[in-house]
């Protein structure tokens, strides 16, 4: 946090609001008390007070912790911290409509580092009932009809996330899926990869972690090029 | 979205209170509406008559959104929606104490993900210079004072996403980098990889990308070997 004083000694507040203002000392307060999950806060007369602000300003601050899922009110004890749900407000945000092109262009590059990179948690945990589920994703791989492919991509990949048994990066993935549509729209034709679905899943049975990861990279290769061919 | 009824016929509702519902509320007209950053949005008091609820519970639902960075004031155009700074919130509730233990665990993991995944990104982008950087850092990698080498894996790998030239990615790593130290005090001994940034820096320059993810993985080693012994 900057501390640069202005020329007339002041120190520039950082947030923008007086609600930005509680809000930010709200979670300043949690950090330095330490606070946990399960302990108690203090009654919003006492908080309003202590900031000297009106109740209706603290009440906004707390709302938005609540959105953030940091504290919830239980019956009879009043205020009380929680662990977040710490994809939740980032799902609010991630709509196309809304994100600027360059975070979006971010995004998609993004998945393919995810998809590059899970391989070894993908070969630390996957499991025989698992290939078999991706033989049967795989069998409906040969359709032409173009939003069933892409029904099709989804349910394969999404399914590799879901076997790395990692919920947060699992759930990441599905709330990036919607943004994707737009940037595919961006790449100009659609390139068949010399690797398929069906190749992958040759590779992960073979049991080499090497050659799947090369699989991979040829995998999404039309995707890594449209991105070299791009200024960034 | 769940469209369960109960037996009673009613639909339960989602959110949990009126602020919730105003929130909701007001992101769905914005996704129906198809509303983009630029866009003006009716004034409080037409949106506070249209959903039937009091200018101070709209007043705490238009407060998140503006955390979200979804929507701002301007003079004399009043509530414009902007692009929102999609990590904005996930940076506010991803604090050690906050965050619960499977969560913590499984964004340590999703960290080897990306480092394991962003080869590809970064010989597209790397340059000389960048290489002179990452030398200056490799240089003072001796140091034998614990802190300070922590210090350094940080500056290390940190530059390494930064060449990437992928902002929200590099963003994302310097927001999980506090969660590391809690979750490396769980891995019971430091053990030294048998590739050291050294070693990393020359596979770079090498320019054989096969031979730098195979460098990477074993670099990354001692973390995905204490992986694969924990019971997920």
């Known amino acids: 946090m900057s501390t640069k004083e202005t020329s007339m ?61 940091i504290i919830t009110s239980k019956k009879k004890r009043g205020m009380v911290l929680t662990h977040p749900d710490v994809l939740g407000s980032l799902e609010k945000v991630l709509q196309p409509q809304l994100v600027d092109k360059n975070t979006l262009h971010d995004i998609f590059e993004l998945r393919l580092v995810l998809e590059l990179g899970m391989a070894d948690l993908l070969f630390m945990r996957i499991e025989e009932k698992h290939l078999e589920e991706l033989d049967k994703i795989v069998k409906n791989d040969d359709s032409t009809n173009p939003s069933f492919r892409i029904k099709n991509e989804i349910a394969f990949h999404g399914k590799l996330y879901e076997i790395t048994g990692n919920q947060t990066l699992k759930r990441f993935q ?31 049975r073979k049991g080499n972690i090497d050659e799947f990861k090369k699989g991979m990279e040829e995998h999404l290769r039309p995707h890594l090029d449209a991105l070299a061919n791009i200024n960034k």
Chains 1, 2 share one sequence.
């Open 174 to 204: 599905s709330m990036l899926m919607p943004l994707f549509d737009f940037v595919l729209k961006t790449e100009k034709r659609v390139v068949t990869p010399k690797v398929s679905h069906a190749n992958l899943v040759e590779l992960i």
């Open 9 to 69: 000694g002041f120190k520039p507040i950082e947030a923008t609001s007086l609600t930005d203002l509680v809000e930010l000392k709200l979670r300043d307060f949690l950090q330095e008390k330490k606070l946990k999950a399960g302990d108690s806060l203090p009654t919003e007369m006492e908080i309003a007070e202590a900031l000297g602000v009106s109740r209706n300003i603290l009440r906004e601050a707390l709302s938005r912790l609540r959105m953030l899922g």
